[in-house]
């Protein structure tokens, strides 16, 4: 069965510091891989997906993610972050582009000044 | 881009009553939406697959019959707690497919249901 493992339920990062995000997936075949973000009360915005290709991947908002097979990673950066980066950031994994996703616990990104 | 509507976006309902949540399509059409479900500081889980013109698929746990799922067109599904309590109260999202080659999914803005 595929599951999604966020270790840090909260971080806190200081804006204009860099941010990376951990996203470790267990699944049994080449994972369709996603980031989304969650503002309070809100829906998800997709930040960027893998499908396949290029395993560095750029998002929208300035962020990037990794895709590293070997230690079945898909962590999310940002080189600086803005207050308005202040969220819940899930990051997700299914079987195809558009089926079922396995959602992560997620991680509450808080920015200070 | 695609967009996913969710109507109502907040609803508050007394115990025993029942409450439609609606999602749509605004800009293309879906075959093939998703309700999740979201308790506060967690993350979502998938309640049902619905799909246009036949019966949903539900995940194991949950309630087909307390949680009814209508597709009866290719830019709406409706989401029904029959009998709300307020265990019921959560927050619930859909998302839609919009159909082209690697798409991912677009998600609602959800629907906040409050049961008292």
């Known amino acids: 069965a595929q599951s999604v493992t966020q270790p840090d339920i909260h971080i806190t990062v200081s804006e204009g510091a860099s941010l990376e995000l951990r996203c470790n997936y267990s699944?049994?075949?080449?994972?369709?891989l996603f980031w989304y973000v969650q503002s309070p009360g809100q829906g998800l915005q997709l930040l960027l997906k893998?499908?396949?290709?290029?395993?560095l991947v750029q998002g929208i908002k300035g962020f990037e993610a990794e895709f590293k097979r070997s230690q079945s990673s898909f962590n999310l950066r940002k080189p600086s972050v803005h207050w308005s980066d202040a969220a819940e950031y899930f990051c997700?994994?299914?079987?195809?582009?558009?089926?079922?996703?396995?959602f992560g616990a997620g991680t509450q990104v808080v920015v200070t000044p | 881009g695609a967009v996913v509507s969710q109507h109502p976006s907040w609803v508050i309902c007394k115990s025993g009553t029942s409450v439609k949540i609606e999602c749509r399509s605004l800009?293309?059409?879906?075959?093939?939406m998703f309700w999740y479900r979201q308790f506060p500081k967690q993350s979502l889980m998938l309640m049902a697959t619905?799909?246009?013109?036949?019966?949903?698929?539900?995940e194991q746990g949950v309630e087909k019959d307390k949680f009814l799922i209508n597709h009866a067109s290719l830019t709406l599904s409706t989401l029904t707690v029959t009998s709300a309590h307020p265990e019921d109260s959560s927050f619930y999202i859909c998302s839609a497919y919009p159909g082209s080659a690697n798409s991912p999914l677009h998600f609602g803005n959800g629907t906040r249901l409050t049961v008292t």
């Open positions: 997700a994994v299914g079987d195809q582009s558009w089926g079922k996703l396995q």
């Open positions: 800009d293309f059409q879906a075959t093939t």
């Open positions: 619905s799909n246009e013109g036949s019966k949903a698929t539900y």
């Open positions: 699944y049994g075949a080449t994972p369709y």
């Open positions: 893998y499908f396949s290709g290029d395993t």
